[in-house]
């Protein structure tokens, strides 16, 4: 599984970013994607994740909610991460996840990140 990102950049607080997402390769039975980050000197954190199947669950950090949306079109194997009233804390590296789960296994997959950063 390839995950490739794009979509970061530079903006000013406040402002509004759209990242995305696209998955090649053996994609069937990805259960889940999501967007991690990591900031400078931080551990890498949940930013959202949203199923794979019919119904799209999203589940969100809450530093996020209310301002950020994750979405998917399965048909391009792509999600996306809606990021509004961007604040400077925002600012840090965006990793792209996929899960595949078989009972107990789980394999991970990741992007190799996209930079975002939001100035005062």
């Known amino acids: 599984v390839r995950l490739v990102e794009s979509g970061g950049g530079s903006v000013q607080a406040g402002g509004s970013l759209r990242l995305s997402c696209a998955a090649s390769?053996?994609?069937?039975?990805?259960?889940?994607m999501g967007w991690y980050r990591q900031a400078p000197g931080k551990q890498r954190e949940l930013v959202a994740t949203i199923t794979t199947d019919s119904v799209g669950s999203t589940n969100y950090a809450d530093s996020v909610k209310g301002r950020f949306t994750i979405s998917s079109d399965n048909t391009k194997q792509t999600i996306y991460l809606q990021m509004n009233s961007l604040k400077p804390e925002d600012t840090a590296v965006y990793y792209c996840?996929?899960?595949?789960?078989?009972?107990?296994?789980?394999?991970?997959?990741w992007g190799q990140g996209t930079q975002v950063t939001v100035s005062s």
């Open positions: 996840h996929g899960l595949k789960a078989y009972g107990s296994l789980e394999y991970d997959y």
């Open positions: 390769g053996s994609t069937f039975s990805i259960n889940a």
